[in-house]
């Protein structure tokens, strides 16, 4: 028998949201909660290891919540739940802890780059890895939709979950990753990925003039107003394929290749193209902040229900290592 799809995700309230987090993470939970049970949680225990002022961390997941839920979350379909409201998760990290080798976590991604940069990293850098899974498997999900750069992660929960069944039985559901196609592709505003530790994004949700400046700030080569130019080579047209219906993305590539299109025109063209985008979800958005109460209503709701998964975990878990 086939066992139902059921999605995990979450994602860092570490700042505003931008075109990369919607087009490499969000879009896709979106789709995904028709497709089966979705659980996405607001990863603000993950946040400390970069947050450290509660009140701005407190704003960050708000307004996470709330773009979820402007940009189309259906609570009904989908249960949205900040990470803290379950801490549970704690108590099944440390047990995937003691059947974890510490090679594993020293091979992870995240703490290597830190440590080749000189950065000291934290205990909780060095954990990340532990909590992650905990994190996924809690809710005995069986699908982990993540862009290319978290793929590790999944496969070392899969190796934490299967060093804890070796060890005590058949616990955990060993999760299966799905790449986002898009994650990692949406160009940032100086032609790298968008990224807030670059600071080359384009919030989602930023006022009139915020967002003027970021599109109109893109940087561009120097080539002339009459000089054909290469669209897939150029990050104004990266971004508006993003946003634009297929006829006028081909518009934009054809004025491009035939010269006397300047990047000028362009951005104005991918501004205006945002705004219409995005303009409903930026309406919504700023509603839902003026109404923190129903906010907190769908958080509270979404982690009675991720909670109870998890103590239905932790309890096979305690009762697989006798601590029940």
């Given at each position: 028998m086939t066992q139902p799809k059921r999605f995990l995700s979450g994602i860092q309230p570490s700042g505003k949201l931008h075109l990369g987090n919607y087009f490499g993470a969000i879009a896709q939970h979106l789709a995904l909660q028709h497709e089966g049970e979705a659980f996405y949680f607001?990863?603000?225990?993950?946040?400390?290891?970069t947050i450290n002022n509660a009140a701005q961390l407190r704003a960050l997941t708000r307004e996470v919540a709330a773009a979820y839920l402007a940009l189309g979350l259906d609570p009904q379909r989908a249960v949205l739940f900040r990470q803290s409201d379950v801490p549970e998760?704690?108590?099944?990290?440390?047990?995937?802890?003691?059947?974890?080798?510490?090679?594993?976590?020293?091979?992870?991604?995240?703490?290597?780059?830190?440590?080749?940069?000189?950065?000291?990293p934290k205990v909780?850098?060095?954990?990340?890895?532990?909590?992650?899974?905990?994190?996924?498997?809690?809710?005995?999900?069986?699908?982990?939709?993540?862009?290319a750069d978290q793929v590790q992660h999944v496969e070392m929960t899969r190796d934490m979950a299967g060093y804890f069944n070796h060890t005590y039985g058949e616990v955990f559901v060993l999760p299966e990753v799905r790449v986002s196609e898009v994650a990692g592709l949406v160009p940032g505003t100086d032609g790298q990925k968008m990224s807030k530790s670059y600071g080359n994004v384009i919030e989602l949700f930023a006022d009139d003039a915020a967002l003027k400046k970021s599109v109109m700030g893109i940087v561009t080569d120097s080539a002339p107003v009459e000089a054909p130019k290469d669209p897939e080579r150029n990050t104004i047209f990266q971004l508006y394929a993003l946003v634009a219906t297929p006829e006028e993305k081909a518009a934009m590539a054809d004025a491009f290749r035939a010269g006397g299109y300047g990047y000028g025109e362009a951005k104005k063209a991918l501004l205006a193209k945002l705004k219409t985008f995005f303009g409903p979800a930026r309406e919504r958005f700023a509603a839902l902040l003026a109404r923190p109460d129903d906010i907190e209503d769908v958080l509270r709701e979404g982690a009675r229900r991720a909670r109870a998964e998890a103590l239905a975990t932790i309890e096979a878990a305690r009762a697989a290592c006798g601590l029940a």
């Amino acid at each position: 028998m086939t066992q139902p799809k059921r999605f995990l995700s979450g994602i860092q309230p570490s700042g505003k949201l931008h075109l990369g987090n919607y087009f490499g993470a969000i879009a896709q939970h979106l789709a995904l909660q028709h497709e089966g049970e979705a659980f996405y949680f607001i990863a603000n225990y993950h946040a400390l290891t970069t947050i450290n002022n509660a009140a701005q961390l407190r704003a960050l997941t708000r307004e996470v919540a709330a773009a979820y839920l402007a940009l189309g979350l259906d609570p009904q379909r989908a249960v949205l739940f900040r990470q803290s409201d379950v801490p549970e998760l704690h108590e099944l990290a440390w047990l995937l802890a003691t059947v974890t080798g510490m090679g594993l976590l020293e091979r992870a991604h995240a703490y290597k780059d830190k440590v080749a940069r000189g950065i000291a990293p934290k205990v909780g850098l060095f954990y990340y890895p532990v909590l992650m899974a905990a994190d996924i498997l809690a809710y005995r999900s069986n699908v982990v939709p993540v862009g290319a750069d978290q793929v590790q992660h999944v496969e070392m929960t899969r190796d934490m979950a299967g060093y804890f069944n070796h060890t005590y039985g058949e616990v955990f559901v060993l999760p299966e990753v799905r790449v986002s196609e898009v994650a990692g592709l949406v160009p940032g505003t100086d032609g790298q990925k968008m990224s807030k530790s670059y600071g080359n994004v384009i919030e989602l949700f930023a006022d009139d003039a915020a967002l003027k400046k970021s599109v109109m700030g893109i940087v561009t080569d120097s080539a002339p107003v009459e000089a054909p130019k290469d669209p897939e080579r150029n990050t104004i047209f990266q971004l508006y394929a993003l946003v634009a219906t297929p006829e006028e993305k081909a518009a934009m590539a054809d004025a491009f290749r035939a010269g006397g299109y300047g990047y000028g025109e362009a951005k104005k063209a991918l501004l205006a193209k945002l705004k219409t985008f995005f303009g409903p979800a930026r309406e919504r958005f700023a509603a839902l902040l003026a109404r923190p109460d129903d906010i907190e209503d769908v958080l509270r709701e979404g982690a009675r229900r991720a909670r109870a998964e998890a103590l239905a975990t932790i309890e096979a878990a305690r009762a697989a290592c006798g601590l029940a």
